[in-house]
Every structure is written in structure tokens, then in C-alpha cells.
């Protein structure tokens, strides 16, 4: 069979797959996915390759025993074995006292990501694009290292209540570090796409290259507060702590930034600068997700924190029963909403500050406060009057992203940013320059 089946294919599958079942729900899960990859590093390819998997999860429910099963076999014989284990687990396990019915047929939005460009992507097609970043540093003596992925796969999911989802999609992701001769700059840029022929490693390259010149030379200036300017990929990776705790559970049970005393939180409140406004859409053209969760609820444009306050927390269907409220899921895709500065303007109108190119190795401090700790990286400035003076040395910082928003001061424009702390996850995030910005010690990493 085909790693990539066509709706039509799946949904004769998974129709198949529930004829065999004899418990009281069952619902089936199919993903499948081609992933191919070319690494490289000392301005030569290093590895390239390729994934292809195709996996099939049965979960089935008497009463509130649960069982699930899984299996990447696809002949008759092998889907009734893998629902036969599946209902044999539900009978041995325990009462699931959190389990819910399962969804009947659902509406959703039309799908919308998914590009044949990047679904026929050949080697030599990856080749070509990563040749064009090597060319870069080669032709000014310096060294990248980089990476580029490519996705093509679906999701769909179908239960014996008669409801059916079907999800393709198709994504590319591309990074590169270049590191000056002397190996005392460095210069990172990343970029996310759905459609390959918006994939431009040769600009994504030379911002690289102009971080990594201009880094030679890095000084060191005291820690302490600063105003400073994120770039998007800088503010993506310390936001999305604040986009994982956006759950009402624990808010609700006292385990969240958002949690009061009392079992009460703060849904409703202002909470940070009202330019802020966090939302999902799944139809969003920059950023496309799937339209529905993975438990078969309907996704839509949802705003999340609104003008600073606090809209909206996601529920699974659990817990929304028990608080008697809609059961809002957890969305597929996050985007902020930004303002009109260019990064220019940012420094331009900035009397004293630092650029941050990149945050990494980020851990979390205080899940109450959202505080969280890491390091700049790749691209650290200082800016006086005005304009970029010079270079300086990377800081570790503790900082929370509430406080940050709330300190805002400008929002740039927005840009479609991969994450740089290994998920890959892409968001749609605004440049910002932030007051008081705590940074609390110096690293001699470059």
C-alpha cells in the first residue's frame, strides 16, 4: 500500500478496520508520513535520508474499560488481530473514571495544508536548496552547518458513532549556523514553510552570514535589566511556555500561572499589555493546522488572550463536563498578533538596549510564574542612540513571558518562525522590544 492514501482509501480502511470490532465504542487512528532530511556541516553534505511510516491505533471501550492497540500491518488478517488485542486490554483494565463518550459526526473547515510542491520535493530538489546555503559561506571563507526537512503525510481518525476526519499535510523546515574562520562569530536563521516554493534558503543563508560577521568581536557588558528587542524566533521559544499552560485543569486544580487561590483563575482578567492578542485559526494561510483535534473536535479561529485578557482555556471533554462548560480543544497552531515596526525601526528608535537574535537550552524555573531560564546565542547586540554599536557577549537570562508582555513596548511585524528548542513546532510571532528584560549573568559560549 501507499504511505500516502487519498481520503477516499482511508476512509474505506478505517470502515473496514470498525467491521471487525465487538466492543461497545471503538474509534481508529491512522498516520502516516514521508520524512526526508539532508544534514550538513563544514560547508559538505553529511547525511541525507528518509522515513516513511504508516501506523494504525485502535482504542475500544466497554463501558469505561479502555484498550488500545496499535500496529503498521495492513492485510485483513493483521486489522482484526491488532482490534482483538485492543478489546482484550479494555477487558483486563480498570474503570477509566475520566473517560467520555465518543463524538458522532462533527463539521469541520475545509483543510488547507497541504502543497503538491512539497509533496513531490525530490533529492535533488533538497540538493539544490542546500547547495545555495554551502555557496554562501564558501564564497566569504566562513563555515555553515544546516539542516533541512521535508514532510508530507495525513491524519484521520473514524469511530463506530460515525465520525470521520481526514488530514493532509505537508511542511519544510530549514536552519543554518555559520561560524566565522576564527570561530569567534556565529550567525543562525531558520525558516518555516508549508509550500517548498516559498522556501529561500539563500536569504535565510545570508542573514546568517551577516549575524556571524557581526558578532566577531563580542564584548562584555554587565548583566542586569535592559531593554531589549526580540527578534521573532528569540520571542517564539519563551512564548511557547506561555502557549503550553493556556489549559484549564490546572488552572482549575492550582498548577498554572493562571490559578488563583480558592480554586478560582484568572479567565476574564487582564493580564498583560492590551496590544497583546494570542489566537489559533486553522485556515490561516501563513500558518495552516489541522482543522480538527486529536480527538476529533472541531478546531476554529479562537483568540486566546484578547487585548491582554484572558479569553479562553482549553478543556478536554472531561473535565469540561464536570465544570459544565464548553469543551473548547486545544488548538494546532499559535499566532500573535503584531504592529507594523520593522526591525529597523525597532533599533532605530531604541536609545539603549540589546538585540537578542536567539534564545536556547530554556528550562523551566516556576511553572506558577511561567519563569523560565536559558542563554542568548548566535547574534547578541548592543544598541545606543539609535543604531547597532557592537557585539557582546551571550547573557543568561530569568525572565517569565507575563512579565515580558507586560513590559511591552513596541510589537514589530509578524513572521512565520520555526522553533529552535528541537520540537520544530511553527508559530506566527511578532519582532518586540520589551522593557526591563532581566539578564543575569555572561557565558564566554559564542
Known amino acids: 500500500m501507499s504511505i500516502i492514501l487519498p481520503e477516499a482509501d482511508v ?16 474509534e481508529v487512528n491512522l498516520q502516516g508520513e514521508e520524512w526526508s532530511n539532508i544534514r550538513y556541516a563544514r560547508n559538505k553534505v553529511s547525511t541525507c535520508g528518509s522515513l516513511v511510516y504508516k501506523r494504525l491505533a485502535v482504542q475500544s471501550a466497554f463501558g469505561k474499560k479502555v484498550g488500545v492497540a496499535t500496529i503498521d500491518e495492513f492485510d485483513d488478517a493483521s486489522l482484526e488481530k491488532v ?3 485492543s478489546e482484550e486490554l479494555a477487558r483486563l483494565a480498570p474503570e477509566n473514571p475520566e473517560y467520555v463518550e465518543l463524538l458522532g459526526p462533527q463539521s469541520y473547515l475545509p483543510p488547507s495544508g ?6 513531490t520535493i525530490s533529492a535533488e530538489n533538497r540538493a539544490k536548496a542546500v547547495a545555495q546555503s554551502i555557496q554562501i559561506a564558501r564564497s566569504k571563507n566562513q563555515t555553515v552547518a544546516g539542516y533541512l526537512e521535508d514532510r508530507v503525510g495525513y491524519s484521520a481518525i473514524m469511530n463506530n458513532k460515525g465520525l470521520f476526519a481526514y488530514y493532509p499535510r505537508t511542511i519544510v523546515n530549514f536552519s543554518s549556523t555559520i561560524r566565522t574562520e576564527d570561530g569567534t562569530g556565529s550567525g543562525f536563521a531558520a525558516q518555516g514553510v508549508s509550500d517548498f516554493t516559498k522556501l529561500n534558503t ?6 546568517a552570514l551577516q549575524k556571524a560577521l557581526g558578532s566577531v568581536g563580542a564584548r562584555a557588558i554587565e548583566p542586569g535589566k535592559y531593554t531589549v528587542i526580540l527578534e521573532p524566533l528569540a520571542a517564539a521559544v519563551l512564548l511557547e511556555h506561555l502557549f503550553r499552560s493556556l489549559d484549564a485543569r490546572s488552572a482549575d486544580e492550582g498548577r498554572s500561572f493562571l490559578s488563583k487561590p480558592g480554586g478560582k483563575t484568572k479567565l476574564g482578567e487582564r493580564i498583560m499589555d492590551e496590544r497583546v492578542t494570542i489566537y489559533s485559526d486553522p485556515t490561516n ?3 495552516p493546522a489541522s482543522p480538527w483535534s486529536s480527538d476529533g473536535r472541531t478546531q476554529e479561529k479562537i483568540n486566546w488572550i484578547e487585548k491582554g485578557v484572558v479569553k479562553n482555556l ?6 469540561a463536563q464536570k465544570k459544565g462548560v464548553k469543551a473548547v480543544p486545544p488548538p494546532t497552531n499559535f499566532m500573535m498578533a503584531g504592529g507594523s515596526a520593522t526591525l529597523e525601526e525597532l533599533i532605530k528608535t531604541t536609545q539603549r538596549g540589546i538585540l537578542v537574535t536567539k534564545f536556547w537550552y530554556i528550562r523551566s524555573v516556576d511553572p506558577q510564574s511561567l519563569l523560565v531560564t536559558g542563554l542568548t546565542r548566535d547574534g547578541t547586540f548592543y544598541i545606543e542612540n539609535g543604531k547597532i554599536k557592537h557585539p557582546v557577549k551571550n547573557f ?15 510589537l514589530g511585524k509578524v513572521e512565520r518562525v520555526v522553533s529552535s528548542e528541537g520540537s520544530f513546532a511553527n508559530y ?6 520589551i522593557r526591563e528584560f532581566t539578564f543575569t549573568s555572561l557565558s564566554d559560549a559564542v
Do not use: G, H
Open 11 to 26: 476512509k474505506a480502511l478505517l470502515a473496514k478496520v470498525l467491521t471487525y470490532s465487538k466492543a461497545d465504542e471503538c
Open 83 to 85: 482490534v482483538r488485542r
Open 114 to 119: 497541504f502543497f503538491d510542491s512539497t509533496a
Open 202 to 207: 539563500n536569504s535565510s543563508t545570508q542573514i
Open 285 to 287: 494561510p501563513e500558518l
Open 314 to 319: 482549553s478543556y478536554s471533554r472531561f473535565w
Open 396 to 410: 543568561r537570562f530569568n525572565e517569565s513571558p507575563v512579565i515580558m508582555l507586560n513590559n511591552l513596548e513596541t
Open 428 to 433: 506566527l510571532i511578532p519582532a518586540m522590544k
